[in-house]
């Protein structure tokens, strides 16, 4: 069994971390470390003391603070479009470790601002492997300005909401080159890269398998422009000989793309995937 790791963002709520601490472990997820990500405004300042004073009492697990940087140096809020990009390398690089030392990672998106709920998914669609999970905090009955209780009660109402998160790629990252990426801008890129290459094999499959040559023809000559009149005199066949290639090449593709039986395949839907493909293959 892997160890478990909880990054939670901070704000000025330390509770949030330890109450979210509480409910993974009720649900059976024994944390070897809690990695609190924070900027180092005024307000995150006491929730800091509070967590190592708490941690330091408890003794267990593990728990470690990482500010958000950039350039090397701590930043106190997030506003600007450079703080949200050191926010997005601190949140990857701080993933992307755990992901390396083979660890599986809760998230908990509940602390801090707006931005690190956002760009924590960001990192999950990227690093995330199957059993990692995202984790939003929801309460009721609590009102700022009431007393802070760190850890989870029995009259508690509190509970742990599980996060969808759709992965950019099926296959763990850690098996491909994002691993060795410390940029998540290059990652990023990477990942676009992979999928396209990806989209295009497949594309070629269908083309190369699922089409009959004189199909294949076809979708190559619509691709270039023409339409079923100029198609039929250049390869010597009538009309509706092509209409009825067409219809069966729209089944195909139906068939292909996996689209409910009240979806219409046509031309448009031909053109726009396979147009590109055909681009390329002359190039």
Known sequence: MSEQVLIATLGSEPQVVTLVLDLLRAKGHPMAEVIVVHTMGELVQPSLKSLTEEFRRTGSPRYRAVAVEDKGWPIADIGTEAEVAALLRTLYRTVLAEKRAGRLVHMSIAGGRKPMAVYGMVVAQLLFDED????????????????????????????????????????SPVLTELALRDDPWEAIQAQRLMQHEEDRLRKREFVEHRLRPAERDLVRLACRGLENAAIARQLHKSEKTVANQFTHIYEKLHEWRGFRNDIAVGRSLLLAEFAPYFAGERR
């Open 132 to 171: 990692d999970r995202v984790w939003h905090l929801l309460s009721e009955g609590w009102q700022p300005g009431d007393e802070r209780v760190m850890r989870a009660r029995p009259e508690d109402r509190v509970w742990l909401v599980p996060v969808p998160v759709l992965r950019w790629s099926a296959v």
